[in-house]
């Protein structure tokens, strides 16, 4: 199974900066077909982007999603207070379908 | 509005069972494939289970293969998960899961319930 690593395991800025969250994936993910997810706590997983780069509907235009191949990126172009969660990336083009350990973003 | 509502989960025993549930409404249910994941305590996310929308293609990871068995019932627009032989490592949330561009069980989810949670223990 294709094993994704997400890094950094814990980002923390201020709000307005940029983050960018990483996902390589141990084999090549068919045709890109690579999702983000955003956790808050205590709630269910909520899809960001989908076949890397398509933002999901109602998704802030400050999130976007990169890469091709094994690496891939999700960018948070001016973070606010509200993006504190843990990100999740998951791969669905291999079987079985894989996740991401996460990476928790901190805001300062 | 879409809506997932699991429900089921509960304290069982190692060895015991557990049947969880998940009542959608706000979309048309038979069209489309559905799945569960699950994520253990303090833990990440983990693809359970998959059924296509009518109900006769069925896939499962291989740490629960033979012992969950997913089904739907369209008539009801509602999911199922059969436990059996449960573990301690079953422990954890379990997510109804709507899948798109779903290609032989893998898929990416667009919406997801709030989650059922199942810990199993003596």
């Known amino acids: 199974e294709i094993v994704l690593t997400q890094s950094p395991g814990t980002l923390s800025l201020f709000p307005g900066e940029r983050a960018t969250l990483s996902c390589r994936a141990s084999q090549s993910v068919r045709t890109g077909l690579l999702a983000w997810y955003q956790q808050q706590p205590g709630q269910a997983p909520r899809l960001l982007i989908y076949?890397?780069?398509n933002r999901a509907s109602g998704i802030p235009d400050r999130f976007s999603g990169s890469g091709s191949g094994t690496d891939f990126s999700l960018t948070i172009s001016r973070l606010e207070p509200e993006d504190s969660a843990v990100y999740y990336c998951q791969q669905y083009g291999n079987s079985p379908s894989t996740f991401g350990r996460g990476t928790k973003v901190e805001i300062k | 509005e879409v809506q997932l509502v699991e429900s089921g989960g509960d304290l069982a025993q190692p060895g015991g069972s557990l049947k969880l549930s998940c009542v959608t409404s706000?979309?048309?249910?038979?069209?489309?494939?559905m799945n569960w994941v699950r994520q253990a305590p303090g833990r990440g996310l983990e693809w359970v289970s998959y059924?296509?929308?009518?109900?006769?293609?069925?896939y499962s990871a291989d740490s629960v293969n033979g012992r969950f068995s997913i089904s739907r019932d369209n008539a009801k627009a509602s999911l199922y998960l059969y436990m059996h032989s449960l573990r301690g490592d079953d422990t954890a949330v379990y997510f109804c899961?709507?899948?798109?561009?779903?290609?032989?069980?893998?898929?990416?989810?667009?919406?997801w319930g709030q989650g059922t949670l199942v810990t199993v223990s003596s």
């Open positions: 899961a709507r899948g798109r561009q779903c290609s032989g069980g893998n898929c990416y989810v667009d919406y």
């Open positions: 059924i296509g929308s009518s109900g006769k293609t069925m």
């Open positions: 706000g979309f048309p249910f038979s069209s489309y494939d």
């Open positions: 076949g890397a780069s």
